[in-house]
């Protein structure tokens, strides 16, 4: 029977040992690497959430505006608001909320608006960071991310006589008379609120 020396034997287990450190650390960094990930993930949800937000603000602002056309009848104004929407000032507030309810915050001039088609581009940063891990400096490192959402016009103006107002929409005809009882105005009728590429 063959008798390993004691140096071998010994040299084995330091060459063990050092080996299961290093799995160690690759284990704890590649968690590092995953915790930054579900980080970056969830502040990019944020700010979709928040430019989305501002976008529908903008949208909605503009209910009372083309609720008094419809009365009105002013097809020329109609048409107007159906391609230009005016500036909504508490769509950055919207965002924000948005944002925060997400777990970031709209960073400092990072709530713009957009044009062609009109809509807002967010930049948030998380409030959480990746946290302690074996990669030094993990625990001071928040996430970005951006998003932009536009309100695009899913219907255009036809000729029509009042009080009923016609309109052609993505899905057919609709036929509007704001003079009805019980109407409501639904802007989702009119506008479309997307993620923009």
């Known amino acids: 029977m063959r008798r390993t020396p004691r140096g ?16 160690f650390f690759l284990a704890f960094a590649y968690f590092a690497v995953g915790q930054a990930a579900v ?15 501002a976008a529908r603000e903008l949208r909605d602002g503009a209910h ?16 107007q608001l159906l391609t230009n929407l005016p500036l909504e000032e508490n769509a ?3 965002a924000q909320e948005y944002a925060g309810d997400n777990g970031a915050d709209v960073t400092p001039g990072g709530c713009t608006p957009v044009n062609d088609p009109p809509g807002f581009h967010v930049e948030v940063r998380s409030r959480g960071t990746v ?3 074996v990669v030094k400096g993990t625990e001071n490192i928040h996430a970005s991310a951006h998003a932009t959402a536009v309100v695009v016009p899913r219907c255009t103006l036809a000729p029509a006589i009042k009080p009923v ?11 509007i008379d704001p ?7 639904d802007l989702s009728d009119f506008f479309t609120v997307h993620l923009s590429d």
Request: charged fraction near 15%.
């Open 8 to 23: 071998e034997a010994g040299q084995t287990f330091g060459i063990y040992i050092v080996a299961m450190a290093a799995l």
């Open 39 to 53: 980080i970056r993930n969830r502040t990019q949800t944020a700010a979709d959430a928040a430019a989305l937000a």
């Open 64 to 79: 009372d505006a083309f609720l008094a056309d419809l009365l009105s009848g002013d097809t020329a104004a109609l048409g």
């Open 92 to 94: 950055c507030a919207a």
């Open 131 to 133: 946290g302690p891990s």
């Open 165 to 175: 107002v016609d309109f052609t929409c993505d899905n057919g005809p609709l036929e």
């Open 179 to 185: 003079t009805q009882t019980g109407f409501v105005l």
